[in-house]
């Protein structure tokens, strides 16, 4: 009965993971266009990507840049405001929900095109400069050195997820500490750095690596808000990986994007576990 009712996952599993995986990473030693046979290339799309794609590097410069700078800033109004909810009222329900909503639809179609008409030349941020005295029609979308922070706003405003997660993770920490902490005198800015932030080193690594993975593997906001552009400033590399399998119909070489970008997570993830050794604090271990 066991294996009767596992079979349908293990069948989705295979036919929608395992097997497109393989072929994907098949496909990328291959030359091969949507409609055409593939053709096997060995090492050609990989040294084409590391030797000639100047924009390969623009991509993961972009990329790197909008994960580094979006998901501290997400995190530290996440832990904010779950420290603000911390405390139990009647409508602490109400506001834990509304502030959720924006990681459940932030990563929306309808989103990213509300988003793009908030920040158009005419749009409502530019109206709300007017009406308290700025004769703004800077074209936020339009300007290289601003575009990328519309997209970086958005990803900030999406920290619902995480301040759930916080929320969670505060309510473990033992009140008898805190307690320790006030007959000594401790001020609040003390149990702060002394207690909170040691006890949540745990809940901090787990966003923090989530948190990283979904910001490198970003796509929806490039694409529908500035779609890559002005000059590629906004262009993320899951965009750039599809414009090259769909666009430019180089599906082998997508593929051999999408297998760097595994390897580049792989192991970003993997410097992250074995530095948590000094940086975060586990009770069980002392």
């Not at 109206?127 to 519309?150: C, D, E, P, Y």
């Not at 969670?168 to 002394?194: C, H, M, N, R, W």
């Not at 949540?200 to 694409?223: D, E, K, V």
Request: charged share 10%; net charge positive.
């Amino acid at each position: 009965a066991g294996v009767v009712f596992a079979l349908p996952f293990v069948i989705g599993f295979l036919m929608f993971m395992v097997v497109p995986m393989g072929m994907s990473l098949y496909y990328s030693f291959c030359e091969f266009e949507i409609l055409g046979a593939p053709k096997f290339i060995g090492l050609g799309n990989y040294l084409k990507m590391f030797t000639e794609d100047e924009t390969f590097y623009k991509s993961i410069s972009v990329t790197f840049f909008y994960a580094l700078v979006s998901v501290p800033l997400r995190l530290i109004f996440a832990l904010m405001v779950a420290m603000i909810l911390q405390r139990t009222t009647k409508a602490t329900g109400f506001y834990r929900a509304a502030y959720y909503l924006p990681s459940i639809i932030g990563g929306s179609v309808a989103i990213s095109i509300l988003w793009k008409r908030l920040f158009a030349e005419d749009g409502t941020f530019n109206r709300i400069l007017q009406i308290i005295g700025v004769n703004s029609h800077f074209s936020w979308l339009g300007n290289k050195h601003t575009a990328i922070w519309v997209l970086i706003i958005l990803a900030i405003w999406q920290f619902g997820s995480s301040m759930l997660i916080f929320l969670s993770g505060l309510k473990q920490v033992p009140v008898s500490l805190y307690e320790a902490a006030t007959v000594d005198g401790a001020s609040g800015i003390t149990k702060f750095f002394k207690i909170t932030l040691p006890m949540l080193t745990p809940t901090i690594f787990f966003n923090l690596i989530n948190q990283l993975i979904s910001g490198f593997m970003a796509f929806t906001q490039s694409y529908i808000i500035t779609e890559g552009k002005p000059k590629n400033s906004t262009l993320f590399y899951a965009v750039y990986m599809y414009q090259n399998a769909f666009t430019n119909e180089k599906l082998g070489y997508s593929c051999a994007m999408a297998w760097f970008m595994v390897a580049f997570i792989g192991l970003l993830t993997f410097i992250l576990f074995k530095s948590q050794k000094y940086w975060v604090y586990y009770e069980s271990e002392g």
